[in-house]
């Protein structure tokens, strides 16, 4: 027997389709982008037309939320003529979860349709150079959980989920990252781009771990997001990575004391060029309707916007 596996237990395949399966029985709509919105970042969810809404104490094996900032809800229906599933509020470890029942809510979101994840959060900025309200594009991660050994693809192998052993050398889509800096540029501000470090909280770091992130090469750290890049990726999604820059970590500008209050009062501000954005990106899905998206698990897949 597979060490861990246990007959009893539904695999996480059968739990994500019974997941979907109560998701799709109140919406038929069928996503092609999936939204992650970060703490205090949720109301660009209130644009979607046409919504339906379901909590997630709703849908079957479904983590919920506990958190400040994020509400627990499916939001499904479409954004600027894009069909959208966003999450208006994400799940995170230092709730209790194990990182394979944060990540769970992606695989959900892929089973309904959809072929591209864009992410956001709220991030402290490591970078000197970086101001708090800056937005930064995700161009790779540091991921120290993994490194420690925790990972949301730890456990029993379930081919149908995706490869083994998995390839993050592209994990961030760079097209995607091209177009995000594009709409930016339309809208008359620039995007940072950096790499992300996540730890698990929920402490905020001390200054002997911001120096060591800050030579690891990290530009900005949260307690999110990665779990969920990694699973995404395991299921051949492409991903577009945004963090709202919500406090200094270091510099100058390096508030000794921050709280979480502080972090949702900075994502309010930053919210209004974060939604450009995202409407930005979605205005390209929509005006290339026959683009080929995401197909199957391969990371090689032919992109819009030629």
Known sequence: MIPGADAAVASTAERVAEAAKAVRARAELRPRVALILGSGLGELADEIQSPVVVPYTQIPNFPVSTVTGHAGQLVLGELQGTPVVAMRGRIHFYEGYSLREVAFPVRVLRRLGAEVLIVTNAAGGLNESFSTGDLMVLTDHLNMMGMAGQSPLVGPDEPELGVRFLDMLSAYDAELRTHAHRVAEQHGFALREGIYAMVGGPAYETLAEIRFLQRAGADAVGMSTIPEVLVARHEGMRVLGISA??????????????????????????????????????????????????????????????
Do not use: Q, Y
């Open 245 to 306: 820059i919500t406090d200094m970590a270091v510099g100058k500008a390096a508030v000794h004391e921050i709280s979480h209050a502080d972090v949702l009062a900075a994502a309010e501000r930053i919210k209004p060029r974060l939604a450009a954005i995202v409407r930005g990106v979605l205005n390209g899905f929509a005006a290339c309707p026959h683009g080929n998206g995401s197909r199957g698990r391969s990371p090689h897949r032919a992109h819009a916007w030629r």
